[in-house]
């Protein structure tokens, strides 16, 4: 895998809105997270723009990400929110300059269509928090060892407000990969479409209930991307109802892999950042995720 250079204090970081549009709150809180990191926020030219669902037209928000990955001068893209749009711009973004220039690309929910390109790429990328979402200490200190450190980050750590829980038992070593259900499911069938073979899959969702869940993952079981998986791992199904934890078993049960749910990652403020196609170890039995690999050069 590609590895995109640490981020230190100085680092330059674009903040961009390639889906939902942001409000001038959300810019603010992005700027003031920067700061808390020693990093220097870059605001996008287009970031302010509203289309409707999307905060801007596709080329406005193409330009903002083109003009982040493209730039010598930014040294990681950080996403201000999800919603929907990050797909649409997959077919004219030349993310090819990422296998040349990597830099650390940071988002998650819409922004897995993103990540799983960039996968297909070897490049590695990061389902972390958003810059305009209020985050915990837990998710910067989580930022902080993973993007910041050139060493393997090791076991995750877990908040005293969440409890891991085994639905399969056993133990799994893979390249991490996933991220969004909705956006593993949308992106079936694209070049970019989820592979998980001899992957530990990490999956979250929001606001979806529980028949929907199982339409979403029925497909991606159709459609072959979950062949081969070696482990699951399954953070935060916020809004969702509470039917979805047995369907989530039932999953599990089927595939027959280790796997653990309620892990911190997702729409809560708790947000572990995972380093997509970086080795991991899932201990289902011990319910512990750990990075075995570094996710950042020195």
Not at 11 to 37: F, K, M, N, W, Y
Not at 287 to 296: C, D, I
């Amino acid at each position: 895998m590609i590895l995109p250079p640490r981020l230190r204090p100085g680092s330059r970081v674009a903040l961009v809105a390639p889906a939902g549009p942001v409000s001038e709150d959300r810019i603010t809180i992005a700027v003031q997270q920067c700061d808390a990191l020693g990093l220097v926020p870059v605001v996008g030219a287009h970031a302010r723009e509203s289309a409707g669902y999307l905060a801007g037209s596709d080329a406005q928000r193409r330009a903002d990400l083109h003009a982040a990955i493209t730039d010598p001068a930014i040294d990681a893209i950080w996403n201000l929110r999800g919603g929907y749009g990050t797909m649409r711009l997959l077919a004219a973004l030349d993310l090819a300059t990422l296998e040349q220039r990597p830099k650390a690309y940071i988002g998650f929910s819409d922004h897995t269509a993103v990540h799983l390109a960039l996968y297909r790429r070897a490049v590695v990328s990061f389902h972390g928090p958003h810059a305009g979402a209020e985050t915990t200490e837990m998710t910067e200190q989580s930022m902080r060892h993973v993007l910041f450190n050139p060493e393997p980050a090791g076991v995750m750590d877990m908040p005293a407000s969440h409890e891991a829980f085994t639905l399969v038992s056993g133990v799994a070593e893979g390249p991490l990969v996933g991220g969004n259900l909705s956006l593993l499911a949308a992106m079936a069938g694209t070049p970019a479409a989820l592979n998980a073979r001899g992957a530990v899959l990490f999956v979250e969702e929001i606001g979806e209930p529980p028949y929907r869940i199982d339409r979403l993952w029925t497909q991606l079981v159709l459609s072959g991307a979950l062949e081969g998986v070696a482990g699951l791992a399954f953070g935060q199904f916020s809004d969702c109802g509470d039917d979805v934890a047995p369907l989530l078993a039932g999953f599990a049960e089927t595939l027959g892999v280790p796997t653990l749910a309620g892990l911190p990652f997702g729409h809560e403020p708790d947000n572990w950042t995972l380093p997509i196609g970086v080795r991991a170890r899932l201990d289902a039995d011990a319910g512990t995720l750990a990075l075995l690999e570094p996710a950042v050069t020195p």
